[in-house]
């Protein structure tokens, strides 16, 4: 007898494309694992399905902490554990896979994983879209007050950065590919001599340095695979991603690392 494929559970729209697609991607994977799950010659498709749908469940892990990080949220702390547990859980069907060696079993994974995730989007993630689809879009990003670090050279570079996603979300809009490229090749020159230049401030300084460079090295790391993934349109990377990114480097990490540190401080050699 053919097992029955679980009934996929569409996650409501976010408001913010990218995360969509994500969603869209991590359902479609479970299908996948559904499949794999049906085949009774051993466990190594399912246990490649299943390892598949965890690295893009991380990733969309880490793009959502981006997000709502950069859309002002308070509960990262909280919410970074609740991802955390929902891949402890699939690390641990990952190593026990031999337990899971019937098409049932395998698909009573399948409907936890599924639920799980559905509870995990619906229940938490659902308070933050209202405020996440207010700050999406392809509205300039606003230089203000709230993000002055006090430190000249700091918020010159920020100033900078600011700027250059601004003619990066109006070439995007506008198509024009060559300007896009050209544009993204200098927000990540500056960046990385941005990135530098606060590591080696913070190393003068006896600040925190390993903290602040283990978050810069996650955030280029980040970036750095989601603009060469598969069907992100540079717009959705653009308006509804690294908008977020910068807010949450600037009003984040560095309010929170330099923030009121030394006024007029100049930027080490």
């Known amino acids: 007898m053919v097992e029955a494929m679980p ?46 749908f965890r690295r893009v469940l991380a990733r969309h892990f880490a793009v959502e902490k981006v997000i709502y990080s950069g ?17 402890r859980r699939l690390d641990g069907i990952l190593e026990s896979l031999d337990s899971f060696a019937t098409p049932a079993s395998r698909h009573l994974i399948l409907d936890e994983l599924e639920q799980t995730l559905l509870d995990h989007e619906m229940l938490e993630d659902a308070a933050y879209w209202d405020a996440v689809r207010a700050h999406s879009g392809n509205s300039p990003l606003k230089w203000t007050g709230l993000m002055v670090i006090g430190i000249d050279w700091v918020d010159d570079q920020h100033h900078r950065m600011v700027d250059l996603f601004n003619r990066l979300s109006r070439a995007s809009r506008d198509h024009a590919h060559a ?58 990377l653009v308006d509804h991603y690294l908008r977020f990114w910068v807010m949450e480097h600037i009003l984040g990490i560095d309010r929170r690392d330099l923030g009121g540190d030394g006024q007029g401080a100049r930027a080490p050699g």
Do not use: W
């Open 71 to 87: 859309a002002g949220f308070d509960a990262a702390a909280s919410h970074d554990s609740a991802h955390a547990a929902i891949l």
């Open 179 to 236: 300007d896009c490229a050209d544009l993204m090749r200098q927000f990540l020159e500056l960046t990385r001599i941005h990135f530098a230049a606060e590591e080696r401030y913070l190393e003068a300084s006896g600040g925190p340095l390993s903290h602040h460079r283990a978050e810069h090295a996650r955030m280029l790391g980040q970036l750095d695979e989601l603009a060469a993934a598969d069907g992100h349109k540079l717009g959705v």
């Open 7 to 52: 009934q996929a559970h569409s996650i409501p729209p976010s408001g913010n494309p990218l995360i969509d697609q994500q969603h869209a991607q991590l359902n479609a994977l479970i299908q996948q694992a559904a499949l794999a799950a049906r085949d009774g010659g051993g466990p190594e498709p399912f246990g490649a399905a299943l390892a598949e």
